[in-house]
């Protein structure tokens, strides 16, 4: 079952803006934080930005003052605003979610399939 859908990528050229999105189906509940990670080829998965059900964010200090997370509860909702892109931020982007499901009976950490970010001139 998909739990998470990204949206939002594509090519973007240096300097540029991009926002990405992704909605968390409805048998997501109780989610405590949602954030985004990175991976480009050859490197391992990275935390980008993460959000708590309150309102806190992080972020790595490679994207910080240019990225910007935030979520909309209601919707289920988090999106990451991307401003000022970089060729090194070039990626596919995932995001993920703290939460239950009743199927599961348990927290658990879900993960979107992946949205492609390809920042070049």
């Known amino acids: 079952q998909v739990h998470l859908v990204e949206s939002g990528g594509g090519l973007v050229q240096p300097g540029g803006s991009l926002r990405l999105s992704c909605a968390a189906s409805e048998d997501l509940f109780s989610i405590t934080h949602m954030g985004w990670y990175r991976q480009a080829p050859g490197k391992q998965r990275e935390l980008v930005a993460v959000i708590t059900s309150g309102g806190q964010t992080t972020y790595a200090d490679s994207v910080a003052g240019r990225f910007t997370i935030s979520r909309d509860n209601a919707k289920n909702t988090v999106y990451l605003q991307m401003n000022s892109l970089k060729p090194q931020d070039t990626a596919v982007y995932y995001c993920?979610?703290?939460?239950?499901?009743?199927?599961?009976?348990?927290?658990?950490?879900?993960w979107g399939q992946g949205t492609q970010v390809t920042v070049s001139s």
């Open positions: 993920n979610a703290d939460a239950f499901t009743i199927a599961a009976g348990q927290a658990n950490l879900y």
